[in-house]
């Protein structure tokens, strides 16, 4: 095309290829003098610079391996995730400790090859096998070649105590496997015991019937559990049991509330009208208990009924309420309707609870157990449809009654919200308290639609109110003291009373009942991480010394021989001389080659010097008639 220029040849004479710009200016330096002065003791740095690299990234894996070993060792309970990460860290561990001492080992083949090169007259298929010694596959067909030709030779030993200790060394690690071990212990978990309450009939079944009485057997076996909790879990009070104490109605019994009611393993709260304790099951699991999610709680309030001549009063925060008329049988309604309405519709208490306060003061005066020294605990039970069941407890005395409103509640565990159905509970809401009450007293006629039971506690089997100071707050001169805190400290005293007792025997049960029948246990694999510290040591103490003792002794080997480094091309200018005399062999093997150089050269080649040009340093070489002796250079260096 007209006016178009035609394409610049970049290789002309005026612009220099750029490789032969490189060629000419390393030309013209390397006929001055080297690009880096030589020195023959910085071949000594350099193989302790790469020597030191192999030992400290061997050493530091085995420190590494060892803290491993030492923090999943600790005799706790490796889980899966645990036994898989220390499986990963001590594979990764060997692995990075295996690497180390073979690139150390590596180098030490490496500079075996030199001294070994520089002592003796070898063929080329020698020098070939020596130059690649350094993996195991070479030093061994170096040896087998000697051995098969019958040429046994110092060499051979060298290399092969080379090959011994370049194998062991790598595989060493592996010994580690030998120091610990993965430990399965297999067993079986006790299953958690439970109390059977189903095999106390006082637990859930009395008064379930109403038209049967509950077993006196039955009374006396709930009241010896409370006996022996009140003897195990609370104490006597201060106040009335003391060597020296002597009580009067009006002493001021409040201080003593909180240490004199309290019981061991239940928590106790004081309010301002209702004392409540809360006792959370127990399991058993073994020879220890565990908490179930189970919490009972016993609660009352009281308030106080002053007794006189066919009549009576209520005292309600000091105040006094009445009289009101006793009735001389419970269906004598007509003569008592208004005292019903005036006596609980203002009051709270519910319609019809002035005829049970009547039928008990009645039952009460007409029995023949009652003593001075002592106080009936009584309950009334409504025989009828149940529309009138009166849940409250009476302790009566003389001119006195405690009318007490208690009740028993079980809850999922702390949760006092979260009650347990009706139908899972263990114990009967009212049952236990009214348990207090039968004994050996009278009731009233089954004909008249109810009954009222009536116990004297003192002449049982159990002494849980003997001592509890419950006597003291029966006396008719009660009423001549009217301070309002004196009352209210007398008023919760009894409320902890008839709510302290269910509970005292439901603890010493939860611990004297059987248990339920045991299912199989939970079957466990606990798999922990044994070591044999002793055996560790040894290890990790043998390949740290086999890795010193191995680079002294081919430091000191080599002592005095200019060591190449283990590269391609340092390997390939120095075999320069030699395979310049041989062409056309570039696609030959190497063993091939080598058999062609020595027919070629008909001469034995080694390793040696030979002086350098102008007082330079000696010039190495791969030939025959060279000088075994490797001068320092510069000569006030050492070598």
Not at 205 to 214: H, I, L, Q, R, V
Not at 500 to 507: G, M
Request: charged share 20%; hydrophobic share 35%; proline share 4%.
């Amino acid at each position: 095309m007209p006016g178009r220029k035609p394409p610049s040849n970049r290789l002309d004479s005026s612009q220099a290829s750029p490789d032969r710009y490189i060629s000419g200016s390393s030309s013209a330096k390397s006929s001055k003098e080297p690009v880096k002065p030589f020195r023959s003791h910085e071949q000594l740095r350099r193989n302790l610079g790469v020597l030191s690299r192999g030992f400290l990234v061997t050493s530091f894996a085995l420190a590494l391996l060892m803290i491993c070993l030492r923090v999943f060792s600790r005799g706790q309970q490796l889980s899966k995730w645990e036994q898989r990460l220390f499986n990963t860290l001590s594979i990764l561990l060997t692995a990075i400790a295996s690497l180390g001492l073979g690139s150390l080992l590596g180098h030490l083949g490496s500079m075996l090859r030199w001294p070994l090169l520089a002592r003796t007259m070898y063929q080329m298929r020698d020098v070939d096998l020596i130059l690649g010694m350094s993996p195991p596959t070479c030093s061994l067909r170096l040896i087998w070649r000697h051995i098969r030709e019958w040429r046994i030779s110092r060499t051979t030993l060298i290399v092969t105590a080379y090959l011994v200790t370049n194998l062991v060394g790598r595989l060493s690690v592996a010994a580690f496997g030998l120091a610990y071990n993965m430990t399965d212990d297999a067993g079986v978990v006790d299953p958690i015991l439970k109390s059977d309450w189903g095999s106390a009939l006082w637990a859930n079944g009395s008064f379930e019937d109403k038209t049967k009485a509950p077993d006196l057997q039955e009374y006396e076996s709930f009241l010896a559990l409370a006996r022996s909790g009140f003897i195990e879990y609370a104490g006597s009070t201060d106040w009335s049991h003391g060597e020296e104490a002597v009580f009067r109605i009006g002493d001021d019994i409040s201080p003593y509330l909180e240490s004199d009611l309290q019981v061991s393993n239940a928590t106790l709260r004081v309010g301002t009208n209702t004392v409540e304790y809360s006792y959370r099951l127990k399991d058993f699991d073994g020879d220890y208990t565990t908490p179930s999610n189970r919490t009972v709680h016993s609660s009352a309030n009281c308030n106080l009924i002053e007794v006189g001549e066919s009549q009576y009063w209520r005292w309600d925060n000091g105040n006094r309420t009445g009289p009101f008329r006793l009735l001389s049988r419970l269906n004598d309604y007509s003569a008592s309707a208004s005292e019903a309405k005036l006596g609980f519709g203002e009051l709270g208490w519910g319609e019809g609870n002035v005829e049970v306060v009547s039928e008990i003061l009645r039952v009460s005066n007409e029995s023949q157990i009652i003593r001075h020294s002592s106080a009936n605990w009584m309950s009334f039970l409504d025989l009828s449809n149940g529309s009138r069941v009166s849940p409250e407890i009476y302790t009566v005395c003389d001119g006195v009654a405690w009318e007490c409103w208690p009740t028993l509640t079980e809850t999922i565990g702390d949760n006092e919200y979260h009650q347990v159905e009706p139908t899972d509970r263990f114990f009967h809401p009212t049952g236990l308290y009214r348990l207090l009450t039968v004994g050996n007293g009278s009731n009233a006629p089954e004909d008249d639609g109810h009954r009222v039971y009536l116990s004297d506690l003192k002449s049982s089997q159990s002494s849980a109110t003997d001592r509890d100071g419950a006597f003291y707050l029966c006396d008719a001169n009660f009423f001549k003291n009217q301070n309002e805190t004196i009352w209210n400290g007398y008023r919760l005293w009894m409320a902890g009373l008839v709510a302290r007792l269910p509970i005292l025997a439901i603890i010493a049960a939860n611990i004297g009942l059987p248990y339920l029948p045991p299912g199989s246990g939970t079957q466990f694999v606990h798999t922990t991480l044994d070591v044999n510290w002793l055996r560790v040591t040894l290890i990790a103490v043998s390949i740290t010394g086999c890795q010193i003792l191995a680079i002294l002794a081919v430091l000191g080997y080599c002592r005095g021989v200019y060591t190449r480094d283990d590269s391609h091309l340092a390997t390939a200018e120095l075999l320069k001389t030699i395979i310049t005399k041989f062409d056309n062999g570039k696609l030959m093997t190497g063993d091939e080659l080598a058999a062609s150089l020595d027919d070629v050269l008909k001469e034995r080649v080694s390793y040696g010097t030979k002086s350098g040009q102008g007082g330079g340093p000696p010039e190495v070489d791969l030939a025959s008639g060279l000088d075994a002796n490797f001068p320092r250079f510069p000569q006030n260096q050492k070598f």
